[in-house]
């Protein structure tokens, strides 16, 4: 396999609108980005991921984009842009930009020229058909509740928007649209970014026909129907040859709908592709059948191991893997499979960063997480501003499915806006996000869970994310190495092995508060413990604490 940097790398991710205010509007900025990078780069971190800064009217939060090529005014200004991206590679950072090309704003010129009339040049550049028996043009859902077609009283026809109906989608089978964005990606390269993260990039080729989806695949039917199309590979690559192999760049590809199959073609070694993809099943293990995400399905230690080791063997030696908990559409880890009472937060915090970090893959991680950020604890559905979370809870609602009651419950488990209340800097007020009014509430719980209290406390989360990330970057072991699933059945522990070469890692996590015991492998029991959540000297106890977590390091045959 041909050595890459971005597989060696560790990837953190930036929402901007809640990172670092620098003007007092409440609102994080690119200023506020820059002032913060020297945080990214003590982390250890190699590359930043900055969520959406381009033009947008906000309708999801900047991935309705109206400008490609110009910077939201809450955000700053191309300077402020040019300036942040000078910083972060003086400092020895890439930035990967969020590349949201399904689709558009319906505030985007070619929109507006578009529904100007059939006969606009940029009309073929969305999708419109006409009502069929009076109504949608097929029965597909939108991802954010209700129905995926907007009617256009002007020209009698229907277009197809999979997500908010002021994001439109764009029509890939049009060569005009691709040229476009392939423009449009060549001016950000040519500025000197470091590659993309690509929004739900699995959607852009629609089956042929636009056939109704399975009516019982409740919200994200459209998933069913148009994740992988029949020229998403076709597209991809010509992206590929057009624009990404004339740079040395990561990619990642937000692709729902991913087999193991897809993801062998999308982020095949042979780099005609992606770098990599990232796949949802881990984070939708408690979906209900009903409600999907929005319910109270329940999270079982043996199904995540499964799922996780389905992935590290199935892209063994074809694809690579993107590793991550968080980001900004998931509600936070240590809420979701740690613990987050006083007592726990911060052991489980780290033993899921150590689960994670020592997997083979490019691990990514999201503001905040590298604290132990916790979800938020809602009182009330006004209180959110999510346009995802809003739009699928009222929706069933509605159907009778859920009481508001519940409602706030299962936001306060599953919201997006769990990711995107402010970072937590300090324990001043507004936790030195803002000197305005934040755009969402602060976790009232920041004047315990702070970067300053953490970046200055030898044994914080903070300081053991340094150290995962160091190793990471010391041990080629744990960028390459084979790994290998035990006790897939045991309910509490999740433990694995690494092997490359004459060397071998035996990973163990106690998922619980329960004190298990578990006889550590002869062979690993002279090892080195390379990290530690907690106070293990010898490699050979059998006695798991409740969330402990370790890293046995061995050499088993002399180097080559």
């Known amino acids: 396999m041909e050595k890459k940097w971005w597989q060696k790398s560790v990837v953190y991710q930036i929402y901007p609108r809640s990172f670092q205010d620098s003007n007092g509007d409440g609102i994080g900025d690119l200023k506020g980005i820059t002032k913060r990078l020297p945080y990214v780069k003590e982390l250890g971190a190699d590359v930043i991921w900055l969520s959406p800064v381009y033009?947008?009217?906000?309708?999801?939060?900047?991935?309705?984009?109206?400008?490609?090529?110009?910077?939201?005014?809450?955000?700053?200004?191309?300077?402020?842009?040019?300036?942040?991206?000078?910083?972060?590679?003086?400092?020895?950072?890439?930035?990967?930009?969020?590349?949201?090309?399904?689709?558009?704003?319906?505030?985007?010129?070619?929109?507006?020229?578009a529904r100007s009339g059939k006969d606009s040049p940029y009309r073929d550049f969305y999708i419109?058909?006409?009502?069929?028996?009076?109504?949608?043009?097929?029965?597909?859902?939108?991802?954010?509740?209700?129905?995926?077609?907007?009617?256009?009283?002007?020209?009698?026809?229907?277009?197809?928007?999979?997500?908010?109906?002021?994001?439109?989608?764009?029509?890939?089978?049009?060569?005009?649209?691709r040229d476009a964005v392939f423009d449009m990606m060549d001016w950000w390269l040519r500025k000197g970014i470091d590659g993309f993260r690509m929004d739900v990039i699995s959607l852009i080729s629609k089956p042929a026909g636009l056939p109704d989806g399975d009516a019982g695949s409740g919200p994200y039917a459209p998933f069913s129907v148009s994740a992988n199309g029949p020229h998403i590979h076709d597209y991809l690559q010509e992206m590929n040859r057009r624009v990404l192999s004339r740079y040395?760049?990561?990619?990642?590809?937000?692709?729902?709908?991913?087999?193991?199959?897809?993801?062998?073609?999308?982020?095949?070694?042979?780099?005609?592709?992606?770098?990599?993809?990232?796949?949802f099943e881990h984070t939708s293990l408690d979906e209900d059948p009903v409600r999907g995400r929005y319910g109270f399905g329940s999270l079982v230690l043996t199904e995540l191991k499964e799922n996780l080791s389905k992935w590290q063997y199935g892209l063994e030696g074809r694809a690579w893997n993107s590793l991550y908990w968080d980001n900004h559409?998931?509600?936070?880890?240590?809420?979701?499979?740690?613990?987050?009472?006083?007592?726990?937060?911060?052991?489980?915090?780290?033993?899921?960063?150590?689960?994670?970090?020592?997997?083979?893959?490019?691990?990514?991680?999201?503001?905040?997480?590298?604290?132990?950020?916790?979800?938020?604890?809602?009182?009330?559905?006004?209180?959110?501003?999510?346009?995802?979370?809003?739009?699928?809870?009222?929706?069933?609602?509605?159907?009778?499915?859920?009481?508001?009651?519940?409602?706030v419950e299962v936001m306060r488990r599953q919201s997006r806006d769990n990711a995107r209340t402010p970072m937590q800097w300090d324990a001043s007020e507004n936790a030195g996000f803002t000197e305005g009014t934040p755009w969402l509430p602060v976790n009232p719980a920041f004047r315990e869970i702070n970067a300053a209290e953490q970046t200055g406390r030898e044994d914080s989360v903070f300081n053991y994310y340094r150290k995962l990330i160091a190793l990471r970057k010391q041990y080629d072991i744990i960028a390459y190495g084979r790994y290998e699933l035990l006790e897939s059945e045991d309910p509490?522990?999740?433990?694995?092995?690494?092997?490359?070469?004459?060397?071998?890692?035996?990973?163990?996590?106690?998922?619980t508060?329960?004190?298990?015991?578990?006889?550590?492998?002869?062979?690993?029991?002279?090892?080195?413990?390379?990290?530690?959540?907690?106070?293990?000297?010898?490699?050979?106890?059998?006695?798991?604490?409740p969330y402990e977590s370790f890293v046995i390091y061995m050499i088993t045959a002399p180097k080559v």
């Open 55 to 113: 033009q947008s009217p906000n309708d999801d939060n900047g991935y309705d984009i109206s400008d490609y090529q110009a910077i939201m005014t809450e955000f700053g200004t191309m300077e402020d842009f040019d300036e942040m991206l000078d910083c972060a590679h003086s400092l020895g950072l890439k930035i990967v930009m969020d590349l949201v090309v399904n689709h558009t704003s319906d505030e985007h010129a070619w929109f507006r020229s």
């Open 329 to 407: 559409d998931q509600p936070r880890i240590v809420s979701r499979w740690g613990n987050d009472s006083a007592e726990w937060r911060e052991k489980s915090a780290k033993m899921l960063a150590t689960c994670l970090h020592m997997m083979k893959g490019t691990p990514y991680v999201y503001q905040g997480e590298e604290l132990g950020m916790t979800n938020y604890p809602w009182e009330n559905l006004g209180q959110i501003n999510d346009i995802e979370s809003l739009g699928n809870v009222r929706s069933l609602m509605e159907r009778g499915l859920l009481t508001e009651e519940e409602a």
């Open 248 to 279: 040395d760049i990561m990619t990642v590809g937000e692709t729902p709908g991913l087999t193991i199959e897809e993801a062998g073609r999308f982020s095949n070694l042979d780099g005609r592709e992606l770098s990599m993809c990232f796949q």
């Open 128 to 177: 419109w058909r006409d009502p069929k028996n009076g109504g949608e043009p097929n029965n597909w859902g939108s991802c954010f509740g209700g129905s995926a077609w907007e009617y256009d009283e002007a020209s009698g026809q229907y277009f197809l928007h999979l997500f908010s109906k002021k994001q439109p989608d764009l029509n890939w089978d049009n060569p005009a649209v």
């Open 492 to 511: 509490d522990l999740f433990i694995y092995t690494r092997e490359l070469g004459g060397e071998k890692l035996l990973v163990v996590c106690n998922f």
């Open 513 to 545: 508060e329960k004190e298990r015991v578990w006889q550590i492998p002869e062979e690993f029991a002279d090892g080195e413990i390379l990290i530690t959540n907690d106070e293990r000297t010898s490699a050979a106890d059998a006695v798991i604490r």
